[in-house]
């Protein structure tokens, strides 16, 4: 799965305004997605009496798949809308949000902050969420957040959490001079200093895992690392993040970004409805059907929508 401005990456991320490295195939048939006089994709638009929303994505499937859980929900409230999936960078969906030309997209609370305030230090989401009210420009703004988040954590074995008794970074630190830690080739630069600090977490050795993190995990290679939330991998791979009560990895919590003129009643109502529902879990539970099991998005949306009364 394609990953997004991550923690690991963010503020070099930020700086290059990427919103995305890959994701897989397309909703988007080619031409400008931005263009709103060209034809909304096929099962994208609905007539109704809620309104209108043009919804668009970043350029990686967790993204689409947010997409098309909001397009759907605001349908069945009667909203008219339109889908714009995969449409790249951050500074291109953020412009267009910002001009009028996207209504929605779905974002990461986080990332967002670090994109338009790249200094700001807060880490909780209510601190987060706080900041981007102040920060964000006056056309915009952001609904409710979900628990749901995508975002950086120390991961171990569910064998290595029995076996040790870890459930927490701060556990960790008891025996982490003991274990072998991989992530990006970046990772120790950007964070050996913040896990001493913080945590008094000191590693015996840190290798380069890169993308191949998870699996070093679950051959013991490695014995923690540094994987998304929501990686399929997490599940197939029978990993446990650590929490981090200290906050550490600020909130990376999926997030409505709205064009404030644009964004109505029905449509600020359906969207927060979503948010109350939406949980880590059940992302990851989505992302495993549709990078493991190749499903499609909008199907993998609609049997979500419905099974928590949201279709």
Request: glycine share 10%.
């Amino acid at each position: 799965m394609g990953r997004k401005y991550g923690i690991a990456g963010v503020f070099v991320s930020a700086m290059l305004a990427l919103a995305a490295c890959g994701g897989g195939g397309g909703g988007n048939t080619g031409g400008n997605p931005l263009d709103t006089s060209s034809a909304a994709p096929s099962g994208s638009a609905s007539s109704g009496g809620g309104g209108k929303a043009v919804i668009g994505s970043f350029d990686f499937d967790e993204s689409v798949l947010l997409g098309s859980i909001y397009a759907q929900a605001l349908q069945a409230k009667g909203v008219q809308v339109e889908e714009k999936p995969r449409i790249g960078s951050r500074e291109v969906v953020f412009d267009q949000v910002k001009s009028g030309g996207l209504t929605i997209v779905p974002e990461y609370n986080g990332n967002l902050l670090a994109f338009v305030d790249l200094k700001n230090t807060a880490a909780t989401t209510d601190e987060v969420n706080a900041a981007l009210k102040e920060k964000l420009p006056a056309e915009l703004e952001v609904l409710d957040s979900s628990p749901a988040e995508d975002k950086d954590s120390l991961s171990i074995s569910k064998d290595t959490q029995t076996k040790q008794s870890l459930n927490t970074m701060e556990d960790l630190a008891k025996v982490s001079k003991t274990f072998v830690v991989g992530g990006p080739p970046e990772f120790k630069k950007r964070w050996e200093a913040r896990f001493k600090e913080v945590y008094g977490i000191e590693f015996k050795q840190w290798k380069p895992t890169g993308p191949t993190t998870a699996d070093a995990i679950k051959d013991g290679t490695i014995q923690v690392g540094n994987v998304f939330t929501t990686d399929p991998k997490m599940t197939a791979n029978n990993l446990v993040p650590l929490q981090d009560p200290k906050n550490i990895f600020p909130a990376q919590n999926v997030t409505p970004l709205l064009n404030k003129a644009a964004a109505t009643d029905t449509i600020k109502t359906t969207l927060n409805a979503v948010s109350a529902k939406l949980t880590t879990q059940s992302l990851l539970d989505m992302m495993q059907k549709i990078s493991v099991n190749k499903d499609e998005p909008g199907t993998v949306a609609k049997e979500w929508l419905t099974s928590n009364g949201l279709g």
